[in-house]
């Protein structure tokens, strides 16, 4: 599976949009881009995934760029609860069945 | 509710004594896996199942064994031969097929003292 890259902190102000980037330059065809999160002492939470197009559910959007090197988790309106360490994990879905690499992900932290 | 249940929380065991833990989930998925996490760091991979009856080493498999008896259960054994037992243990669940979406549960934090 491909390496990811994240910065390992960021801070974001509550209501404001949250933006986490994660490089993949070696990712391949078929693999994915997952992004989890965790809040301290708690498991991972799933956010979103996705292979080439842009997505989105009602936790986050996640924008992949054209050649695929890298990637952005967006949180519209980021609230204190959100304050988390944020995983980006590429994965080949369905051959390796879930094998994730978890790296030492990006600590987000929302202030008032 | 569906989910992925851990038991216990946290876990006091003496050096040199096995100690099991426990993950039940109730989503009806094929696969499972446990995590190990040490502190400021990522998660790492200890054993993985497909399938029951049948499970693979992970990453870091030394010192841990598991079983796979049951479709909703996959227990973890921390043995005496596992030089760093404390940690934070992750128990994860996800459909055998598809795009592999893992769901955790809430963990168990072991300390051996």
């Known amino acids: 599976d491909a390496k990811t890259t994240q910065p390992p902190s960021m801070d974001c102000a509550e209501g404001r949009a949250a933006n986490l980037p994660c490089n993949h330059s070696t990712i391949s065809g078929n693999e994915y881009v997952y992004w989890y999160r965790q809040i301290h002492s708690q498991g991972p939470q799933y956010i979103i995934h996705?292979?080439?197009n842009n997505e989105t559910n009602e936790m986050a959007s996640l924008i992949i760029t054209e050649d695929r090197k890298s990637s952005t988790l967006i949180l519209p309106h980021a609230t204190l609860r959100d304050t988390a360490v944020y995983y980006c994990i590429v994965s080949r879905s369905g051959t390796s069945y879930g094998k994730l690499t978890f790296g030492q992900g990006t600590i987000l932290t929302v202030h008032p | 509710d569906g989910g992925i249940t851990q038991s216990p929380k946290y876990l006091f065991r003496k050096e040199g004594q096995n100690v099991t833990l426990s993950c039940e989930q109730n989503?009806?998925?094929?696969?499972m896996y446990w995590y190990r996490q040490d502190p400021g760091q990522g998660l790492r991979l200890i054993y993985y199942?497909?399938?029951?009856?049948?499970?693979q080493k992970g990453d870091i498999a030394e010192g841990y064994s598991v079983s796979r008896e049951k479709k909703e259960s996959f227990p973890l054994t921390v043995t005496s031969a596992q030089k760093n037992p404390t940690a934070f243990y992750l128990c994860?669940?996800?459909?055998?097929?598809?795009?592999?979406?893992?769901?955790f549960g809430p963990g168990t934090r072991l300390t051996v003292l």
């Open positions: 199942s497909q399938i029951v009856n049948d499970f």
């Open positions: 996705g292979l080439k």
């Open positions: 994860a669940s996800s459909t055998r097929t598809g795009t592999d979406t893992q769901y």
């Open positions: 989503l009806n998925h094929d696969a």
